[in-house]
């Protein structure tokens, strides 16, 4: 199926797809007392902890950075873009799985499925970090014109999630230690990125294995963004670009070839 076909199928069933997506965010506070007042309270939460504790408490410092909140702002923007990987990534491998009984129903284009993935994280990622640009605005932190280099950087981080994903998820179908795995992984690659702490503090050895790291360069452009106001290093991102496209397209190669064993299967 060609691209355009693809573009098509996917806007003859928008309402499926929106609302598929209306459904899962409702659900989620369906027996909530705050209903969806909780999707902003939750992540409230989470910037104004990170806040107090490092910049107040804490007084953490980031090496290079002045400023009380350099540090809360280089760990709020690793980790909120860290969650919209790690939930593409989380909810793509099972996608096929959990819709296994829409799979042999229905007929709709099986695209659907991830768009409906990736656009659901980005409801929950959109929430989140409007509240955190918010805090920036009010903090007298905004990045600037910089800001809007967060766009091409996000849509390349959506591709890479979207890659593995896909991957995961048709090969979670046949063998699901597969899914298991890569929530054990996740959870190292967490933490062999620069999130928590900066590259600096690495020793000189341990530095060029994060070049191995696609996510590495992908974190820190963010980083560099919102807390320097600093455009990213776009040469540096051309190989994780690649690695995003040969992961999509592969992906998608394996989802065609075994969707009619995958439903068997299912």
Request: a positive charge; proline letters at 6%; hydrophobic letters at 60%.
């Amino acid at each position: 199926m060609t691209p355009p076909l693809i573009l098509r199928g996917l806007w003859a069933y928008r309402g499926f797809v929106l609302g598929s997506v209306k459904r899962e965010f409702q659900s989620k506070y369906a027996n909530a007392v705050l209903g969806a007042a909780w999707s902003v309270l939750s992540p409230l939460a989470m910037i104004l902890v990170y806040t107090v504790i490092f910049a107040e408490v804490m007084r953490a410092k980031l090496p290079g950075s002045e400023g009380n909140m350099a540090y809360s702002i280089y760990l709020c923007a690793g980790i909120l873009t860290w969650g919209l990987f790690a939930e593409i990534v989380s909810r793509g491998q099972n996608m096929f799985v959990e819709q296994a009984s829409l799979l042999k129903k229905v007929a709709f284009p099986r695209t659907c499925l991830p768009v409906i993935v990736v656009l659901n994280a980005l409801v929950n990622f959109g929430i989140i970090f409007g509240l955190f640009t918010l805090f920036l605005l009010a903090s007298g932190n905004f990045p600037g014109p910089a800001y809007f280099a967060l766009l091409p950087v996000l849509l390349l981080l959506v591709m890479l999630a979207v890659g593995i994903a896909m991957v995961a998820g048709v090969l979670n179908v046949f063998f699901r230690d597969v899914g298991q795995f890569l929530t054990i992984a996740m959870q190292f690659w967490f933490w062999l990125t620069p999130i928590v702490y900066p590259r600096a503090i690495l020793p000189e050895t341990v530095r060029p294995l994060l070049d191995w790291n696609p996510m590495a360069p992908v974190i820190l452009a963010c980083q560099d963004i919102l807390l320097k106001g600093q455009a990213p290093d776009w040469a540096g991102l051309l190989p994780v670009l690649a690695l995003a496209t040969l992961l999509c397209l592969l992906g998608w190669r394996m989802f065609r070839k075994r969707a009619g064993e995958m439903v068997d299967e299912l």
